[in-house]
C-alpha cells in the first residue's frame, strides 16, 4: 500500500467530533472529496507508529466519499499530525486494499455467522470499487461515483459499462 502523503494543508476543524484539524487529500481521493481528520488522543500514551517516539499521540481518519462508508482510521496513533496520517491509505488502491483485507478477515473468523458474511460482501464490493476508481480519469470517476450514490445495488461491470457510454462523446 502506497505510503500516506507527509505534507498536507491542515486547518483548524471546528466541527463536530473529536478532530481538531482537517485537510484536504491529495491526488484522485482527494479529488473525489477524502478529507483526513486528527485529533489528540488523551488516553493513547504509547510509541508512535512511524518513528517509535513516546507521546500524546495523534489519531488520523481518512473520510470518504459518499457513497463509502463514513472513514477509515489509522492503524496506529502518530507523535505528530504527519506521522499519525501514515498509518491511512494514499491512494483508490489503498481503499481496496483495506476493503479486501476487512472483507477476508471476516470470513476467516473462527465464530463466523450470517452477519459477518453479509458484511464480508459488502466490503468485498466496496474493494472492487475502489479497484475500479484507482483505474479511472477524474471525470469517470465523478460518473461512478453519482452512479453508486444514485444506485446502490449497481455492479461494478455494469458501472464500467455506463460510464464509458456516458463519456464516449466526450472523448470523440
Request: contains cysteine.
Amino acid at each position: 500500500m502506497p505510503a500516506a502523503p507527509s505534507v498536507l494543508r491542515w486547518r483548524r476543524w471546528s466541527g463536530p467530533g473529536w478532530a481538531s484539524y482537517a485537510a484536504n487529500w491529495p491526488g484522485p481521493l482527494g479529488e473525489d472529496g477524502a478529507v483526513a481528520y486528527v485529533g489528540r488522543c488523551d488516553d493513547l500514551r504509547p510509541r508512535c507508529h512511524t518513528c517509535g517516539r513516546p507521546a500524546t499521540l495523534w489519531q488520523a481518519a481518512l473520510a470518504l466519499p459518499a457513497p463509502f462508508p463514513g472513514a477509515l482510521d489509522a492503524a496506529g496513533g502518530g507523535c505528530t499530525r504527519a506521522h499519525a496520517v501514515h498509518g491511512l491509505p494514499a491512494d483508490w488502491t489503498g481503499i481496496a486494499t483495506v476493503y479486501a483485507l476487512v472483507a477476508a478477515a471476516l470470513r476467516q473468523d473462527s465464530k463466523a455467522t450470517s452477519v459477518h458474511e453479509a458484511l464480508a460482501r459488502r466490503r468485498s464490493r466496496q474493494a472492487e470499487r475502489a479497484l475500479l476508481l484507482s483505474r479511472l480519469e477524474r471525470p469517470a470517476r465523478r460518473v461512478a461515483l453519482e452512479l453508486w450514490r444514485t444506485t446502490p445495488g449497481l455492479g461494478v461491470d455494469d458501472t464500467e459499462t455506463i460510464v464509458t457510454a456516458v463519456l464516449a462523446p466526450a472523448q470523440q
